[in-house]
């Protein structure tokens, strides 16, 4: 059985929720000033129909008050999925929030506000 793409489905989502912001799953170069960027980072298959990815999510947002709100934002839009029929239909079950933290972009000078939020959701596949 194939696995959710949740890169993929999350960009969709958030791009959808963020209309005025870049979600990718990359940072694109020039960055742009608000940007929301999803990866997988790990997880594991509970057995042929249940997958638990761990998702890493990277966001800037301008200012530290401006970027620490966008992430708040999409925090709360990550967790609304537990709450939305079209998520359970995509095979979105449950996610779970981990951490949400400051973590400026240390590659730039000066630098750049950033926050890292993680979550792990359960996922299946039909």
Known sequence: MPRLNVESYLVSHLASEFPDATVRARVPDPRPKR????????????DSLRDRPGVHLF???GTEWETSELAAEVAD????????????LAGIDRVD???????????TKPDTPRWFLSFTLTTHAY
């Open 97 to 107: 929030e981990e951490t949400m933290r400051s973590e400026p972009d240390t590659q």
């Open 59 to 61: 966001v800037y947002g």
């Open 35 to 46: 940007l929301i960027v999803v990866s997988r980072a790990g997880g594991h298959k509970l």
């Open 77 to 88: 839009a990550m967790l609304a999925l537990n709450r939305s029929d079209a998520a359970m």
